[in-house]
């Protein structure tokens, strides 16, 4: 026994070793910044295939008969004891007379234990039905299919549960799947992985992001924005990589709403056993009748609004594990006298580090990017925001928007600070928009200052810099000091949280082997050094 013992003893002591070895030897750690800037070049033998699937794509297509649930999907609530599960039963219609189906016809049910038989546990939820209207003659209206939403309750973290979803009366269940909790919120406990991604689309490429995605295995999936793009494509189903282009004389911006059914078809076997944490983007937006926006969006997703304190479902925040996580909506007001604003004021002044140790911040569209492609386009929200963000010492923000990836060195007020977020720019899913390729640092390409703020928010609060080596100017003439990596390729980040004060993140590129790492770094947390500022914070 006690030899035993000691060679299980050695072993520990060995894990234990080597991972501090990883952790402070191989792998750079944030403690080196700041790092010297870095641009691998473009690969221009790889061009993806930014091509959207077709809707004769057998993963596109509807495969159910009847109201047998389909585009089924978990995600979080607030905490680990609860989860929300959605899909959609019925068949959505389109044209130019389309009659809802009736949400009341159909129940919301969900079976679900710790055993696939018998199921103990039974949740009743809610359902409803958007339509996209366009009141111009010839264009094409979309009503949905029946969208549920049940949350469940009383769950039991880091904890398997099995689950069918559907109505049992009419006999139309889903077949039995599975998902996992997430740990109790606590300094020791996180989920292994959690793969981020952004403006994913619907292509070849995207399709590719999700198969190496699948490869981590993640326990969780943060979508920073921009879903499935539909409103690339006019009513009738032609669409284009660029919309304004192809398009200009429409009179109003049209969208395709079946890509929506396409995108959740395509995700569920993914996201029918994996949470995933949507984000707004500015492609959701779609203007209807009635000056409506974002109704797809808002509808065939469940949010954790109210379970945290947030009367909007563009903010909310949540918990895994030892992470506190804060989305932020780029496209709803934002300044320090809107709700959004307040609502973040008080929802940072209740996290408890002791608890919560790490605070992760995401929106779509980034503050920090150096490409020319929105280049200082969301500035009015950094101007409203920033502040707030570094004086709690939030540790990592994830965007998307840009479709390329860059990591900043740890920043504030575009300076380098040890005490500031690590940015990460992840808006290269693949979309059928393509890659960002050009810098604002490279020679006449620093975009006109009047052609940058956000057509969705307006306002105009970007200036020419008033210090530092870009002093008296729009653009530096370089790749900015606190941008320390940044390259033009397709692909997406793993997070791994290892304890309260190390966090490994790793980007992968899709067109390299599963096992190749294009971007690595370890994020680490100085509490000590970098303590949460109480002065002139909002007081409860």
Same mark, same amino acid.
């Given at each position: ?15 234990? *070793? ?10 750079? *750690? ?8 870095? *641009? ?99 264009l094409q209206n979309y009503t949905s299919g029946i969208i549920h939403h049940v949350r469940l309750t009383g769950l039991e973290p880091s904890t398997l549960y099995y689950y069918r979803c559907g109505d049992p009366s009419i006999q139309a269940m889903s077949d039995i799947y599975y998902f996992k909790t997430m740990p109790i919120s606590s300094p020791k406990s996180y989920p292994s992985r959690i793969a981020v991604i952004g403006d994913l689309g619907l292509t070849f490429n995207s399709s590719s992001t999700i198969e190496h995605l ?82 797809? &969006? ?32 780029? &496209? ?23 608890? *919560? ?10 503050? &920090? ?65 393509k890659m960002a390729i050009s810098h604002a640092d490279d020679p006449d390409s620093c975009p006109e200052p009047s052609t940058t703020p956000d057509a969705i928010m307006g306002g105009f609060c970007a200036f020419n810099f008033t210090a530092g080596p870009a002093s008296g100017q729009f653009c530096w003439d370089q790749q900015p000091d606190y941008s320390a990596y940044r390259e033009s390729s397709f692909g997406h980040g793993i997070l791994e949280v290892k304890n309260e004060t190390h966090a490994l993140w790793t980007w992968h ?32």
């Amino acid at each position: 026994m006690g030899l035993r013992f000691g060679k299980v003893a050695a072993a520990v002591l060995i894990f234990a *070793t080597l991972n501090l070895f990883q952790i402070h030897g191989e792998i750079p *750690t944030t403690l080196d910044e700041p790092f010297d800037p870095v *641009t691998v070049p473009l690969d221009k033998s790889f061009r993806g295939n930014a091509i959207d699937l077709p809707d004769s794509d057998p993963r596109v297509k509807r495969s159910v008969l009847g109201f047998h649930p389909e585009q089924i999907s978990v995600s979080l609530s607030s905490t680990f004891d609860s989860v929300w599960i959605s899909w959609i039963t019925g068949e959505f219609q389109i044209g130019e007379n389309v009659k809802p189906l009736n949400p009341k016809t159909v129940a919301s049910v969900v079976h679900y234990g710790k055993l696939r038989f018998p199921m103990t546990h039974k949740a009743n939820g809610e359902s409803l039905v958007y339509s996209q209207l366009y009141p111009f003659e010839g264009l094409q209206n979309y009503t949905s299919g029946i969208i549920h939403h049940v949350r469940l309750t009383g769950l039991e973290p880091s904890t398997l549960y099995y689950y069918r979803c559907g109505d049992p009366s009419i006999q139309a269940m889903s077949d039995i799947y599975y998902f996992k909790t997430m740990p109790i919120s606590s300094p020791k406990s996180y989920p292994s992985r959690i793969a981020v991604i952004g403006d994913l689309g619907l292509t070849f490429n995207s399709s590719s992001t999700i198969e190496h995605l699948r490869r981590n295995k993640p326990d969780l999936i943060l979508l920073v924005g921009d879903v499935c793009y539909a409103n690339l494509y006019l009513t009738n189903g032609t669409g284009s990589d660029c919309y304004s282009c192809s398009f200009s004389d429409t009179p109003i911006h049209e969208t395709f709403q079946p890509r929506w059914d396409y995108w959740g078809r395509f995700m569920q076997p993914l996201v029918s056993k994996v949470p995933i944490m949507m984000v707004q983007g500015n492609h959701e937006l779609e203007e209807q009748a009635e000056n409506k926006t974002f109704v797809s &969006y808002s509808s065939r997703f469940a949010f954790p609004s109210k379970e945290s304190g947030s009367s909007s479902k563009f903010y909310y925040s949540f918990n895994a594990g030892g992470i506190h996580f804060i989305v932020l909506g780029g &496209y709803v007001a934002y300044n320090r006298s809107d709700d959004q604003y307040k609502w973040l004021e008080k929802d940072l002044a209740n996290v408890d580090r002791e608890v *919560t140790p790490w605070l992760v911040a995401t929106w779509h569209p980034p503050w &920090y990017t150096t490409y020319q492609a929105h280049y200082r386009e969301s500035e009015c929200m950094k101007v409203a925001m920033e502040d707030l963000l570094y004086q709690y010492r939030v540790d990592i923000v994830f965007n998307g928007h840009v479709h390329a990836y860059e990591r900043s060195n740890r920043v504030y007020n575009y300076n380098i600070d040890p005490c500031g977020p690590i940015y990460i720019s992840i808006g290269d899913g693949g979309n059928r928009e393509k890659m960002a390729i050009s810098h604002a640092d490279d020679p006449d390409s620093c975009p006109e200052p009047s052609t940058t703020p956000d057509a969705i928010m307006g306002g105009f609060c970007a200036f020419n810099f008033t210090a530092g080596p870009a002093s008296g100017q729009f653009c530096w003439d370089q790749q900015p000091d606190y941008s320390a990596y940044r390259e033009s390729s397709f692909g997406h980040g793993i997070l791994e949280v290892k304890n309260e004060t190390h966090a490994l993140w790793t980007w992968h590129r899709n067109q390299d082997m599963y096992n190749r790492i294009g971007d690595q770094i370890y994020v680490v947390r100085q509490p000590e050094r970098c303590p949460v500022q109480s002065e002139n914070l909002w007081i409860r």
